[in-house]
């Protein structure tokens, strides 16, 4: 079969009858028609990964000089392969190299879904019934098989103290659901032991206020179980009797304790365990909020019109004004409250508004800090009802720092903290730390490294074009400018002030990054920048929000509302939707 440079030889996601052998020619890989994955050669098969897979095509394949193929249908491969054997070696070594080309590039692995959950007393209270029954209750909900198992439902015969016998038993449960809970606590130590081994993730749980009396030490059975997990697979989930009960003190819990997530929920909200269900089974919703300054009111808006059509975040997170946002989220605000704060912050109060010698910043940070403490006080991210996480810029390490733990108010400014218009952030170990945007305007790859499972991302743009009239030449003199400044003459050019600028460096990156991650099946909104919006001009921030509101109207609108989202949350459709 020849191909003419320009060609399709398969298209992604189509299904996959015949697997190829290039003769002569070569070929590119491209992803979501745009991304060159590799490319391929005479003599190297292609369409083997669907065909063997049992899959639809993973990419385009496009001939990039005139080219010739060998084309094999399922009998004429199994015919071939069976008068040729090296034929069949000679794609697994070419399989064997792609794979280790792909792992090499690989970026870290989303964590994998368990299918065996250990429940365990954390601390010194047992856990409550009815909060085994909610969990249970959330996970059928979220769309599990779930079987629990506890002490009492092991046979008769396998005696209480044989933790072999268990653990074959075990094993042979585990076709009965999609995820296995294993109930630890019941009064028999070798069930206990046996089920925390039979477990690929461990689910504490403690009572929230015994945190108030100081660190919680592990409790006798946490002892145990601790050590065989790694953080990334042990999450903690805080109760509380009563909604109305402040969450606080979490910070007392999470000491000495290695974890990747901790959840609170209260007792008399059973909802609150549909999210620990979801973060459990991968099915969780997460957010990513990218930075944008002023834009940043246009988050508030999408948030408003998710709420409107009850979609539920289960964790949310963002860089700058993102994390402003996401925070306020994650705090419980609803967008009216929000909206409230941003004006109040950045217009009354004029949070970003004073300015100092421009020595360590161009801004006041003292006005700044002091804005943010009658805001947030000492209010800490442990404590937030959702999970959330902050990025900054790590300086002194180059890499990004995502800030999950601490006063909201140092989260916030570091991630904040505009390079030249603010002082950097300085930590306990003296690194330097800067607005996150620096190197992750829209930080989609943090939220997978700390879930699997679907994605909205908002990504705010002040648009493309930015044509400016005012001649480099005419930017005056020190002296002239000096001179203007104390005659209080108002510079009416456009030429960009340094506030702009550094706001703008920021957002260049975004767009680019995004495409280099890969959205996968994660939804993209970009809700578009308001006529005469820039990233300082917070005083449009209310015409910004309804701009965000209505563009994400008119997205749920076009994805079917709630039921539409919860299908793309499920993995079985994939909205799409061009503003
Ligand atoms: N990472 C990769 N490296 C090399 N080839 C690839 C890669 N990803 C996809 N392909 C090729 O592109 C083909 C697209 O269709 P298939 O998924 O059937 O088989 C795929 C491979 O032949």
């Known amino acids: 079969m020849e191909l003419h440079k320009g060609e399709h030889l398969v298209r992604q996601g189509d299904s996959a009858d015949h697997v190829y052998y290039v003769l002569r020619g070569r070929f590119e890989v491209l992803l979501d028609g745009r991304h060159l994955v590799a490319e391929i ?162 689910l504490l749980c ?54 990747h997530l901790h959840h609170h929920v209260a007792l008399d909200r059973p909802g609150d365990f549909g999210r620990v269900a979801r973060l459990l089974t991968g099915r969780a919703l997460g957010a990513v909020l990218g930075g944008g300054g002023a834009l940043g009111a246009g988050h508030i808006g999408t948030l408003r019109a998710l709420g409107e059509a009850g979609v539920e975040l289960d964790i949310i997170g963002g860089t700058s004004i993102g994390s402003v946002v996401a925070h306020a989220y994650a705090a419980g605000d609803d967008a009216h409250a929000m909206l409230a704060d941003y004006e109040h912050f950045f217009i009354k109060r004029k949070a970003l508004g004073r300015f100092t010698l421009p020595w360590y910043s161009l801004l006041d940070h003292r006005h700044l800090d002091a804005c943010m403490q009658d805001q947030l006080g000492d209010s800490r991210l442990e404590d937030l009802p959702l999970n959330f996480f902050a990025v900054g810029a790590n300086l002194s390490t180059n890499e990004l720092e995502v800030v999950r733990h601490g006063l909201s108010r140092h989260a916030l400014r570091i991630s904040t903290a505009i390079p030249v218009a603010l002082p950097p952030w300085i930590n306990a170990q003296g690194q330097v730390l800067v607005d996150g945007g620096v190197m992750n305007n829209v930080p ?45 003459q108002r510079r009416d050019d456009d030429f960009p002030r340094l506030g702009e600028v550094a706001a703008r460096s920021m957002q260049i990156t975004s767009g680019r990054m995004l495409r280099g991650t890969g959205l996968g099946s994660d939804l993209l909104l970009k809700p578009p920048a308001v006529p005469g919006m820039g990233l300082l001009n917070f005083k449009l921030g209310r015409a910004q929000e309804q701009a965000g509101y209505e563009y994400t109207r008119r997205f749920l609108d076009k994805a079917g509302g709630l039921e539409g989202i919860q299908a793309w949350q499920r993995g079985e459709v994939m909205p799409e939707f061009e503003d």
């Open 41 to 202: 050669g005479a003599g190297e098969p292609v369409g083997e990964i669907a065909f063997f897979g049992g899959l639809s095509r993973t990419a385009d394949v496009v001939a990039s000089r005139d080219s010739e193929v060998l084309e094999l249908s399922r009998e004429n491969f199994d015919r071939l392969a069976a008068a040729q054997p090296d034929f069949i070696q000679s794609i697994l070594r070419t399989l064997g190299r792609r794979l280790a080309a792909t792992t090499a590039a690989a970026s870290a692995l989303a964590p994998r879904i368990a299918d065996a959950v250990g429940l365990c007393a954390a601390g010194q209270s047992a856990v409550p019934e009815s909060l085994v029954a909610d969990l249970v209750q959330a996970l059928r909900d979220s769309g599990s098989r779930v079987c629990v198992l506890r002490a009492r439902d092991l046979p008769g015969d396998v005696a209480a103290d044989d933790e072999r016998l268990m653990s074959q038993w075990l094993g042979g449960q585990e076709q009965r659901g999609s995820t296995l809970l294993l109930v630890s606590g019941d009064g028999n130590p070798a069930w206990d032991r046996a089920a925390l081994r039979h477990c690929d993730h461990l």
């Open 444 to 488: 989609i790859s943090v939220m997978r490294a700390i879930k699997s499972g679907p994605n909205m991302v908002s990504m705010l743009s002040p648009g493309n074009e930015w044509q400016v009239k005012s001649a480099y030449e005419r930017v005056p003199s020190r002296l002239a400018l000096a001179w203007q400044l104390l005659r209080r």
């Open 206 to 259: 403690g009572r929230l206020d015994e945190a108030n009396a100081g660190p919680v030490a592990l409790g006798e059975l946490e002892r145990y179980a601790a050590p065989l997990f790694r953080p990334r697979q042990t999450s903690l989930l805080l109760w509380r009797e009563q909604s109305g009960t402040a969450i606080a003190h979490t910070r007392h819990w999470l000491q000495g304790r290695a974890l």
